[in-house]
């Protein structure tokens, strides 16, 4: 076949040079070099190009010396894909047996793809899954000799909205633990399947690989803990020991992905034990606020917390005055210089659980706290998600339902906070839900993305309008998952559904244009 039968033209090639024939060029005849083939047109991955073969042309003899014996023409066509996807290529003609192949760039044999009549009759189509990258079309004839006439090109691309995550070295399957974004890797740790997790992995999108996270000198096994990024390591505090035991922890340790190695947390002026809690990254500090003293048992909740200093290894208490009321089960953003605590619950006994519609502003720099209005909040929720926006903070979905376990279902309401004028936007409901799961969230840059269960949607507050996200090849149904946000692309990855999962996937929402 055309461009593969690559040993046997350098073996007639050779032969031909041993004997004092002509030069790898199609004049076929005398020393002078072949005439370099002129540069591939650039096209869209989405185009139609009107094309002919002429006598001007490169041939295949010119374009690979390799090809000596083939005098067929060609033009050649570049085309670049902006991200991993489908592409089809299709070459229509009445006036000849078009010929397709497709190479990387710049074009060398083998190709990636050839093909002859798979458009139907004498016409070529090939079909073919590609990384981002560029990549050169060769519209040829499908007889080694030189004819003309005129053809069309047609280009199409489906780009891969989402892509799975390799599961060959993955974290070991697990739910409840934490994931953060080192800025090239997402850093696994933590959780539970059948016991909880002292371990994890480091999975890089780039390659599409994992790498374990050292279990030497790591904290101990937990669950319901929090994990940051400080822009040069993980930090990861609290928690709960999960088993029989209900115990919460008040420990942590700093992971370095450079080293692969970790270093223990002061213990001097640290947080009470907890679990549930939040922990947010403020440029230089890690403020540890609320959560729960206990999982079985009433009157747990905390209002509480501190600031740790990775720098000094120092930690410092948070003012308790003006502090909203103690709760687990709630979110925490940072505005760039200040925490926003909202919502969650309260468990004064078993049978009174408490759903709160409040919060408060932490202001580090003075140690102090403000109240949120209420006027226009959002309906009371816990196992909600915040995400901030530059100059709101949007707070969506969760549990309202106090005789359902926190993350099994949540409802698809919300609203955005305005902390300079302490005011609540509307925000139009989402055209989901979920009875099996709660939400987890990203902020984009542009919109908020939220993928639950197995559905997902994407908010702009700009216009206060929902998408949906493609659900073409997005992962399976899961609850108690995470999602971390590249600058480019969402990872989702682990929780349960019958079960602790070891999978998930990539969603690039670019170019996404599901309603």
């Known amino acids: 076949m055309k461009y593969t039968n690559i040993i046997a033209s350098l073996v007639a090639a050779l032969l031909l040079n041993a004997c004092g024939g002509g030069s ?20 869209e991955p989405d185009d139609t190009v009107s094309g002919s073969l002429s006598s001007s042309d490169c041939t295949a003899a010119r374009l690979f010396p390799s090809q000596s014996g083939d005098q067929s023409l060609l033009d050649q066509y570049a085309v670049t894909l902006p991200v991993a996807g489908e592409l089809t290529i299709e070459m229509q003609s009445t006036d000849f047996d078009a010929f397709l192949a497709l190479f990387d760039s710049p074009p060398t044999i083998p190709p990636i793809a ?23 079309i060769v519209a040829n004839s ?9 053809y069309v090109l047609t280009t199409s691309f489906r780009p891969v909205i989402w892509s799975p995550v390799t599961d060959i070295g993955a974290a070991e399957a697990r739910t409840e633990h934490t994931a953060v974004w080192s800025d090239m890797e997402m850093i696994v740790w933590g959780g539970q399947n059948s016991f909880t997790k002292d371990s994890g992995a480091k999975y890089d999108p780039a390659g599409d690989s994992w790498t374990p996270v050292t279990q030497t000198g790591a904290p101990s096994p937990r669950k319901l803990h929090t994990a940051v990024w400080t822009g040069s390591e993980m930090i990861v505090w609290g928690g709960f020991t999960g088993g029989f035991a209900f115990e919460t922890i008040d420990d942590g340790a700093r992971y370095d992905p450079q080293t692969d190695s970790w270093a223990l947390i002061s213990a001097v002026n640290q947080p009470s034990p907890r679990a549930s809690h939040t922990a947010v990254w403020s440029g230089s500090k890690m403020l540890v606020w609320g959560g729960r003293s206990c999982l079985a048992c009433a009157n747990g909740e905390l209002g509480t917390g501190a600031r740790y200093d990775p720098a000094t ?16 089960n709630h979110t925490a953003i940072w505005t760039g210089s200040k925490m926003i605590i909202w919502g969650g619950a309260s468990d004064r006994g078993i049978a009174s659980l408490t759903v709160l519609d409040n ?24 196992c909600h998600v915040a995400v901030w926006t530059g100059t709101e ?4 979905g969760g549990q309202n339902n106090v005789n359902l376990a926190c993350g099994i279902s949540s409802v698809n309401t919300g609203r955005r906070y305005d902390p300079v004028s302490d005011s609540w936007n509307p925000m139009a409901d989402a055209p989901l839900g ?25 908010y702009d507050p700009v216009t206060d309008l929902w998408q949906g996200v493609s659900s073409d090849n997005a992962p399976t149904a899961r609850r108690h998952h995470t999602v971390v946000w590249t600058g480019t692309r969402m990872i989702v990855w682990g929780g349960e559904f019958a079960g602790p999962l070891g999978t998930g996937a990539i969603y690039d929402p670019r170019f996404d244009t599901t309603p």
Request: hydrophobic content about 40%; some cysteine; glycine content about 14%.
């Open 114 to 136: 050839v093909d002859d009549d798979s458009g139907g009759g004498l016409d070529a189509m090939i079909t073919v899954n590609l990384s981002a990258g560029t990549y050169v």
């Open 359 to 382: 919060g408060g502003i932490y202001d580090p720099a003075t140690d102090s706290w403000t109240a949120i209005t209420t006027v226009g909040a959002p309906l009371p929720t816990r």
């Open 313 to 328: 290894d120092t930690w410092t208490p948070i003012a308790t005055l003006n502090a909203p009321e103690a709760r687990f």
């Open 434 to 458: 979920s009875s099996l799961s709660g939400p987890a969230a990203i902020w984009s840059g542009d919109r908020m993305i939220t993928w639950f269960d197995d559905v997902g949607g994407r």
């Open 393 to 396: 903070m949007i707070v969506f």
């Open 24 to 43: 790898s060029g199609d004049s076929g005849g005398g020393t002078s070099p072949p005439v370099a083939c002129a540069a591939p047109t650039a096209i």
């Open 142 to 150: 499908f007889t080694d000799t030189a004819v003309t006439g005129s």
